[in-house]
Protein backbone atom coordinates (compact mmCIF):
# COMPACT_ATOMS: atom_id res chain seq x y z
CA UNK A 1 0.00 0.00 0.00
CA UNK A 2 2.53 2.18 0.91
CA UNK A 3 4.18 1.68 -2.45
CA UNK A 4 1.60 2.41 -4.17
CA UNK A 5 0.99 5.96 -2.31
CA UNK A 6 4.28 6.69 -3.43
CA UNK A 7 4.11 6.08 -6.91
CA UNK A 8 1.35 7.88 -7.67
CA UNK A 9 2.60 10.89 -5.85
CA UNK A 10 5.42 10.42 -8.02
CA UNK A 11 3.33 10.04 -10.79
CA UNK A 12 1.23 13.44 -9.86
CA UNK A 13 4.96 15.31 -10.06
CA UNK A 14 5.79 13.95 -13.09
CA UNK A 15 2.29 15.10 -14.36
CA UNK A 16 2.64 18.78 -12.53
CA UNK A 17 6.36 18.90 -14.00
CA UNK A 18 4.81 17.93 -17.82
CA UNK A 19 2.52 20.40 -17.64
CA UNK A 20 4.55 23.52 -16.46
CA UNK A 21 7.30 22.60 -18.61
CA UNK A 22 5.52 22.55 -21.49
CA UNK A 23 3.54 25.81 -20.53
CA UNK A 24 4.21 28.86 -22.87
CA UNK A 25 6.75 30.93 -21.12
CA UNK A 26 6.11 35.00 -20.77
CA UNK A 27 7.76 37.55 -20.94
CA UNK A 28 7.62 40.93 -19.43
CA UNK A 29 7.25 43.71 -21.93
CA UNK A 30 10.37 46.05 -21.85
CA UNK A 31 9.98 50.25 -21.48
CA UNK A 32 13.08 51.18 -20.70
CA UNK A 33 14.57 52.74 -23.65
CA UNK A 34 17.98 50.64 -25.36
CA UNK A 35 21.18 52.10 -24.93
CA UNK A 36 22.77 53.36 -28.42
CA UNK A 37 25.16 50.52 -29.47
CA UNK A 38 28.23 52.39 -30.04
CA UNK A 39 30.48 49.14 -27.92
CA UNK A 40 27.61 46.57 -29.04
CA UNK A 41 23.94 45.84 -29.58
CA UNK A 42 21.62 44.83 -26.57
CA UNK A 43 19.36 41.72 -27.35
CA UNK A 44 16.22 41.16 -26.13
CA UNK A 45 13.89 38.14 -26.64
CA UNK A 46 11.43 39.42 -29.53
CA UNK A 47 8.26 38.97 -27.11
CA UNK A 48 10.19 41.15 -24.71
CA UNK A 49 9.42 44.14 -27.50
CA UNK A 50 5.75 42.75 -28.55
CA UNK A 51 6.96 40.78 -31.24
CA UNK A 52 6.48 37.12 -32.14
CA UNK A 53 9.95 34.58 -32.10
CA UNK A 54 7.23 31.88 -33.96
CA UNK A 55 6.92 34.02 -36.68
CA UNK A 56 10.58 35.34 -37.24
CA UNK A 57 11.44 31.90 -36.65
CA UNK A 58 9.32 30.94 -39.73
CA UNK A 59 10.80 33.05 -41.71
CA UNK A 60 14.09 31.45 -40.98
CA UNK A 61 12.87 27.85 -41.95
CA UNK A 62 12.00 30.09 -45.30
CA UNK A 63 15.47 31.17 -45.74
CA UNK A 64 16.38 28.23 -45.35
CA UNK A 65 14.34 26.11 -47.96
CA UNK A 66 13.79 28.07 -50.26
CA UNK A 67 16.07 31.34 -50.33
CA UNK A 68 20.30 30.32 -50.42
CA UNK A 69 21.06 33.88 -51.69
CA UNK A 70 20.63 35.55 -48.40
CA UNK A 71 23.42 35.55 -45.66
CA UNK A 72 22.14 37.14 -42.70
CA UNK A 73 19.12 38.52 -41.56
CA UNK A 74 18.94 41.04 -39.05
CA UNK A 75 15.78 42.68 -36.91
CA UNK A 76 16.55 45.77 -34.09
CA UNK A 77 12.72 46.53 -32.68
CA UNK A 78 12.41 50.26 -30.14
CA UNK A 79 17.05 49.62 -30.39
CA UNK A 80 16.91 46.13 -29.07
CA UNK A 81 18.23 43.32 -31.63
CA UNK A 82 15.74 41.05 -31.24
CA UNK A 83 16.58 38.92 -34.23
CA UNK A 84 20.06 38.14 -35.61
CA UNK A 85 20.30 35.11 -38.31
CA UNK A 86 23.86 34.18 -40.38
CA UNK A 87 23.60 31.77 -43.21
CA UNK A 88 26.37 29.64 -45.02
CA UNK A 89 29.08 30.41 -42.87
CA UNK A 90 28.53 33.98 -42.29
CA UNK A 91 28.99 35.32 -38.84
CA UNK A 92 28.46 38.90 -37.28
CA UNK A 93 32.27 39.75 -37.83
CA UNK A 94 32.18 39.43 -41.92
CA UNK A 95 32.41 42.24 -44.28
CA UNK A 96 30.37 42.05 -47.32
CA UNK A 97 30.02 44.73 -50.51
CA UNK A 98 27.05 46.68 -49.76
CA UNK A 99 27.12 47.70 -53.27
CA UNK A 100 24.12 50.85 -53.98
CA UNK A 101 23.48 50.95 -50.07
CA UNK A 102 26.76 53.13 -50.42
CA UNK A 103 24.88 55.67 -51.72
CA UNK A 104 22.74 56.58 -48.58
CA UNK A 105 25.72 57.14 -47.06
CA UNK A 106 27.04 59.67 -49.29
CA UNK A 107 23.81 61.58 -48.73
CA UNK A 108 24.78 61.57 -45.14
CA UNK A 109 28.49 62.42 -45.41
CA UNK A 110 26.99 65.54 -48.08
CA UNK A 111 24.78 67.03 -45.13
CA UNK A 112 27.32 66.58 -42.82
CA UNK A 113 29.54 68.20 -45.18
CA UNK A 114 27.05 71.48 -45.41
CA UNK A 115 26.72 71.56 -41.84
CA UNK A 116 30.78 72.23 -41.36
CA UNK A 117 30.46 74.79 -44.01
CA UNK A 118 32.52 72.88 -46.34
CA UNK A 119 29.97 73.01 -48.95
CA UNK A 120 27.59 76.20 -49.43
CA UNK A 121 24.32 74.87 -50.83
CA UNK A 122 22.58 71.68 -52.55
CA UNK A 123 21.76 74.59 -55.33
CA UNK A 124 25.52 74.74 -55.89
CA UNK A 125 27.03 73.64 -59.15
CA UNK A 126 29.02 70.53 -58.68
CA UNK A 127 31.80 72.04 -60.81
CA UNK A 128 32.03 74.47 -58.59
CA UNK A 129 33.72 71.78 -56.13
CA UNK A 130 35.80 69.87 -58.61
CA UNK A 131 38.84 71.78 -59.98
CA UNK A 132 39.22 68.87 -63.17
CA UNK A 133 35.49 68.82 -64.01
CA UNK A 134 36.15 71.28 -67.25
CA UNK A 135 38.58 68.76 -68.32
CA UNK A 136 36.49 66.08 -68.53
CA UNK A 137 33.36 67.47 -70.35
CA UNK A 138 32.49 67.36 -73.93
CA UNK A 139 29.24 69.41 -73.27
CA UNK A 140 29.38 72.79 -71.27
CA UNK A 141 25.45 71.99 -69.97
CA UNK A 142 26.94 69.49 -67.68
CA UNK A 143 28.58 72.16 -65.56
CA UNK A 144 24.68 73.02 -64.84
CA UNK A 145 24.03 69.60 -62.74
CA UNK A 146 23.94 70.83 -58.71
CA UNK A 147 24.96 68.75 -55.69
CA UNK A 148 20.66 68.32 -55.59
CA UNK A 149 20.28 66.80 -59.10
CA UNK A 150 22.84 64.32 -58.24
CA UNK A 151 21.19 63.53 -54.73
CA UNK A 152 17.76 62.97 -56.17
CA UNK A 153 19.69 61.26 -59.56
CA UNK A 154 18.26 63.60 -62.18
CA UNK A 155 21.19 65.02 -62.99
CA UNK A 156 20.67 64.30 -66.64
CA UNK A 157 24.07 62.27 -67.81
CA UNK A 158 23.69 58.34 -69.35
CA UNK A 159 23.94 56.13 -66.70
CA UNK A 160 26.73 53.96 -66.41
CA UNK A 161 24.81 51.51 -64.78
CA UNK A 162 23.69 50.44 -68.83
CA UNK A 163 27.43 49.03 -68.46
CA UNK A 164 28.63 48.76 -64.98
CA UNK A 165 31.62 46.74 -65.73
CA UNK A 166 33.28 48.68 -67.57
CA UNK A 167 32.90 51.53 -65.48
CA UNK A 168 34.65 49.97 -62.82
CA UNK A 169 37.10 48.72 -64.72
CA UNK A 170 37.97 52.11 -66.01
CA UNK A 171 41.04 53.99 -64.22
CA UNK A 172 39.09 57.33 -63.51
CA UNK A 173 35.96 57.04 -61.98
CA UNK A 174 34.88 60.62 -62.22
CA UNK A 175 36.35 61.10 -65.61
CA UNK A 176 34.19 57.86 -66.83
CA UNK A 177 30.61 59.09 -65.25
CA UNK A 178 31.36 62.71 -66.75
CA UNK A 179 32.00 61.31 -70.25
CA UNK A 180 28.61 60.22 -70.48
CA UNK A 181 26.49 62.03 -73.28
CA UNK A 182 23.65 64.45 -71.25
CA UNK A 183 20.39 62.85 -72.42
CA UNK A 184 18.24 64.50 -70.44
CA UNK A 185 18.17 68.47 -68.98
CA UNK A 186 19.65 68.28 -65.29
CA UNK A 187 16.68 68.32 -63.14
CA UNK A 188 13.93 67.39 -65.04
CA UNK A 189 14.04 63.16 -65.53
CA UNK A 190 14.79 60.77 -62.95
CA UNK A 191 17.56 57.86 -64.28
CA UNK A 192 19.44 55.96 -61.41
CA UNK A 193 22.69 56.19 -62.50
CA UNK A 194 25.73 55.14 -60.09
CA UNK A 195 28.31 57.45 -62.06
CA UNK A 196 26.41 60.51 -60.35
CA UNK A 197 27.32 59.33 -57.05
CA UNK A 198 31.08 59.39 -58.09
CA UNK A 199 30.79 63.21 -58.43
CA UNK A 200 29.68 63.65 -54.92
CA UNK A 201 32.85 61.77 -53.78
CA UNK A 202 35.06 63.83 -55.73
CA UNK A 203 33.29 66.68 -53.95
CA UNK A 204 33.52 65.98 -50.68
CA UNK A 205 37.16 64.48 -50.75
CA UNK A 206 37.82 67.87 -52.18
CA UNK A 207 36.12 70.59 -49.87
CA UNK A 208 37.66 68.34 -46.73
CA UNK A 209 41.14 67.75 -47.78
CA UNK A 210 40.96 63.68 -46.89
CA UNK A 211 39.85 60.33 -48.80
CA UNK A 212 35.79 60.18 -48.43
CA UNK A 213 36.96 56.79 -46.21
CA UNK A 214 38.50 59.30 -43.77
CA UNK A 215 36.32 62.21 -43.40
CA UNK A 216 33.28 59.26 -43.13
CA UNK A 217 35.59 57.40 -39.93
CA UNK A 218 36.17 60.88 -38.31
CA UNK A 219 32.11 62.45 -38.83
CA UNK A 220 30.07 59.03 -39.03
CA UNK A 221 31.64 55.89 -38.55
CA UNK A 222 33.74 56.12 -35.44
CA UNK A 223 30.80 57.98 -33.61
CA UNK A 224 28.17 55.48 -33.99
CA UNK A 225 30.33 52.46 -33.21
CA UNK A 226 31.29 51.07 -36.71
CA UNK A 227 34.21 49.74 -37.75
CA UNK A 228 34.85 49.99 -41.37
CA UNK A 229 38.15 49.00 -42.95
CA UNK A 230 37.45 48.75 -46.17
CA UNK A 231 35.86 50.96 -49.36
CA UNK A 232 36.46 50.28 -52.74
CA UNK A 233 38.67 53.22 -54.45
CA UNK A 234 39.48 53.81 -57.97
CA UNK A 235 43.26 54.03 -59.19
CA UNK A 236 43.18 57.46 -58.33
CA UNK A 237 42.45 57.00 -54.72
CA UNK A 238 38.72 58.32 -55.13
CA UNK A 239 36.04 56.28 -52.56
CA UNK A 240 32.91 54.62 -54.37
CA UNK A 241 30.63 57.44 -54.89
CA UNK A 242 27.65 54.73 -55.57
CA UNK A 243 28.95 51.36 -54.53
CA UNK A 244 32.25 49.71 -53.01
CA UNK A 245 31.45 50.29 -49.10
CA UNK A 246 31.96 46.89 -47.52
CA UNK A 247 30.10 46.58 -43.72
CA UNK A 248 29.16 43.81 -41.42
CA UNK A 249 25.15 43.31 -40.77
CA UNK A 250 25.00 45.06 -37.71
CA UNK A 251 27.24 47.91 -39.03
CA UNK A 252 24.36 48.22 -41.42
CA UNK A 253 21.70 48.25 -38.19
CA UNK A 254 23.64 51.24 -36.68
CA UNK A 255 23.12 53.47 -39.80
CA UNK A 256 19.55 52.58 -40.56
CA UNK A 257 19.33 53.16 -36.37
CA UNK A 258 20.91 56.49 -36.54
CA UNK A 259 18.23 57.46 -39.32
CA UNK A 260 15.60 56.38 -37.24
CA UNK A 261 16.70 58.50 -34.14
CA UNK A 262 16.67 61.48 -36.94
CA UNK A 263 20.52 61.31 -37.11
CA UNK A 264 20.87 61.51 -33.20
CA UNK A 265 23.43 59.52 -31.77
CA UNK A 266 23.79 59.11 -27.55
CA UNK A 267 23.03 62.95 -27.15
CA UNK A 268 25.34 63.77 -30.07
CA UNK A 269 23.56 65.13 -33.40
CA UNK A 270 25.37 62.80 -35.79
CA UNK A 271 23.85 64.23 -38.74
CA UNK A 272 21.50 67.65 -38.76
CA UNK A 273 17.94 66.45 -38.09
CA UNK A 274 17.03 68.98 -40.68
CA UNK A 275 18.90 66.98 -43.50
CA UNK A 276 17.41 63.64 -42.45
CA UNK A 277 14.26 65.24 -43.07
CA UNK A 278 15.34 66.12 -46.27
CA UNK A 279 16.50 63.69 -47.07
CA UNK A 280 13.57 61.43 -46.42
CA UNK A 281 11.25 63.63 -48.99
CA UNK A 282 9.88 62.44 -51.81
CA UNK A 283 11.05 64.28 -55.16
CA UNK A 284 10.65 62.92 -57.74
CA UNK A 285 9.12 59.27 -58.75
CA UNK A 286 11.38 56.53 -59.29
CA UNK A 287 8.82 54.05 -60.81
CA UNK A 288 5.26 52.96 -59.81
CA UNK A 289 6.01 52.37 -56.29
CA UNK A 290 9.07 54.20 -55.20
CA UNK A 291 9.64 57.72 -55.20
CA UNK A 292 13.61 59.01 -54.50
CA UNK A 293 14.53 61.06 -51.49
CA UNK A 294 17.99 62.20 -51.45
CA UNK A 295 19.73 58.42 -52.13
CA UNK A 296 17.40 57.08 -50.51
CA UNK A 297 13.69 54.23 -51.59
CA UNK A 298 10.91 56.10 -50.24
CA UNK A 299 7.73 53.68 -50.52
CA UNK A 300 5.08 51.81 -48.80
CA UNK A 301 5.36 48.33 -47.52
CA UNK A 302 2.68 45.83 -46.61
CA UNK A 303 2.47 42.93 -44.10
CA UNK A 304 0.69 40.18 -46.37
CA UNK A 305 -1.00 38.58 -43.04
CA UNK A 306 -2.67 41.06 -41.62
CA UNK A 307 -3.52 43.69 -44.49
CA UNK A 308 -1.67 46.53 -42.86
CA UNK A 309 0.26 48.86 -44.75
CA UNK A 310 3.62 50.80 -43.65
CA UNK A 311 5.32 53.83 -44.80
CA UNK A 312 9.07 53.19 -45.13
CA UNK A 313 12.57 54.02 -46.25
CA UNK A 314 15.83 51.94 -47.37
CA UNK A 315 19.07 51.83 -48.89
CA UNK A 316 19.30 49.27 -50.81
CA UNK A 317 21.77 47.67 -53.46
CA UNK A 318 22.31 45.06 -55.92
CA UNK A 319 21.33 41.81 -54.95
CA UNK A 320 18.93 42.30 -51.99
CA UNK A 321 21.02 44.14 -49.44
CA UNK A 322 18.36 46.25 -47.25
CA UNK A 323 18.78 48.43 -44.60
CA UNK A 324 15.18 48.84 -44.23
CA UNK A 325 13.52 51.67 -41.61
CA UNK A 326 9.63 51.77 -40.77
CA UNK A 327 9.40 54.38 -38.29
CA UNK A 328 6.35 53.40 -37.26
CA UNK A 329 7.36 50.03 -35.85
CA UNK A 330 10.74 51.84 -34.60
CA UNK A 331 12.17 48.86 -36.62
CA UNK A 332 15.09 48.52 -38.66
CA UNK A 333 15.57 45.64 -41.24
CA UNK A 334 18.72 44.43 -42.35
CA UNK A 335 19.13 41.86 -45.47
CA UNK A 336 22.47 40.76 -47.22
CA UNK A 337 22.05 38.51 -50.01
CA UNK A 338 24.87 36.49 -52.26
CA UNK A 339 23.78 38.55 -55.64
CA UNK A 340 25.18 35.70 -57.71
CA UNK A 341 22.35 33.43 -56.21
CA UNK A 342 19.00 33.81 -57.03
CA UNK A 343 16.29 32.32 -54.48
CA UNK A 344 14.34 29.31 -55.74
CA UNK A 345 11.08 31.18 -55.53
CA UNK A 346 8.75 33.71 -56.41
CA UNK A 347 8.30 36.66 -55.34
CA UNK A 348 11.82 37.93 -54.00
CA UNK A 349 13.54 38.27 -51.05
CA UNK A 350 11.30 40.79 -50.05
CA UNK A 351 8.73 38.97 -49.32
CA UNK A 352 10.37 37.31 -46.03
CA UNK A 353 9.75 40.44 -44.94
CA UNK A 354 6.11 41.36 -45.76
CA UNK A 355 5.09 37.77 -44.94
CA UNK A 356 7.22 36.74 -41.50
CA UNK A 357 8.77 39.65 -40.13
CA UNK A 358 5.86 42.60 -39.87
CA UNK A 359 3.80 40.19 -39.21
CA UNK A 360 6.19 39.22 -36.55
CA UNK A 361 5.35 42.83 -35.11
CA UNK A 362 1.79 42.81 -35.11
CA UNK A 363 1.19 40.95 -31.29
CA UNK A 364 0.42 44.37 -29.39
Do not use: H
Not at 309 to 322: E, P, V
Amino acid sequence: MKARTILVIMLCLLLMFNITGCSKKTYNRITEKAPFPTEEWTRAYPEELGMSSEMLDKADKRIKKAYPNIESMLVVKEGYLVYEKYYKLNNETKIKDTYSVTKSFMSALTGIAIEKGLISSIDDKVAEYIPEFSEYIDDERKKDITIKQVLTMTGGLESIDNNYTSFFYSDDWLKAALAKPLVNSPGEVFVYNTGLTQLLSSVIANVSGMSVMDFAKENLFEKIGMNVTYWQSDKQGSNGGGSGLCLTSQDMARFGYLYLNNGLWDNEQVIPAEWIEDSLKSYIKANDTQDYGYLFWIEKISDTVNSKTYSMFQAYGSGGQIIMVIPELDMVIVITCDRSISPTVKPMTRAIITDYILPSAYME
